[in-house]
């Protein structure tokens, strides 16, 4: 009977393995360094980007996209445009507002440099809530860790979402 079952098992561990090697996943930074993904993505050079929120989702994307420095010989261009917003979600009975959500929208535009072609472009956001308290110093901090978060966020999903682009374009490219 352990012969049978061991048997099953082995069965079972093999048709597990033919079913995930068949549903096309794939990771996205498949190579690690080697591969395309990451050379691509230091080749990014990231414009300005206003005010001090754009300072910091810059700074973000540089430490995601270029972590040893901004590239020597650029090949694609990030551009970033953000916008603020913040809305009163938790009211007092005098109508003071005790909670708030900062949302931060980014629309974004990678283009090629040497034929300023569009290559990717898209938007997102991210929503970070903070409290108000009767001192105005936390609610200073509170929003700005707010900030800092989305920022943080922003940063992450445009970094995601132009690994996910030079994967495909390298996976193109394969077939």
Not at 49 to 62: P, S, Y
Not at 142 to 147: C, I, V, W
């Amino acid at each position: 009977m352990s012969e049978r079952r061991r048997i099953a098992g082995i069965g079972v561990s093999a048709l597990l393995a033919l079913a995930v090697g068949g549903c096309g996943f794939q990771p996205v930074y498949k190579g690690g360094a080697r591969g395309a993904t990451v050379p691509q993505m230091a080749a990014i050079s990231v414009a300005p980007i206003d005010d001090r929120t754009g300072q910091l989702v810059r700074n973000h994307l540089l430490d995601l996209l270029t972590p040893r420095g901004a590239p020597a010989r650029p090949l694609y261009r990030l551009e970033v445009k953000l916008r603020e917003t913040k809305d009163g979600l938790a009211l007092e009975q005098d109508e003071s507002v005790t909670r708030f959500n900062l949302t931060l929208h980014a629309t974004f535009e990678m283009n090629e440099l040497r034929s300023d072609r569009t290559l990717l472009s898209g938007s997102t956001r991210a929503i970070a809530a903070y409290n108000v308290v009767r001192s105005d110093y936390a609610n200073l901090i509170a929003e700005r860790d707010a900030r800092a978060r989305s920022s943080q966020e922003v940063a992450q999903e445009i970094k995601t979402r132009i690994a996910v682009y030079f994967r495909r374009q390298e996976q193109a490219f394969l077939r």
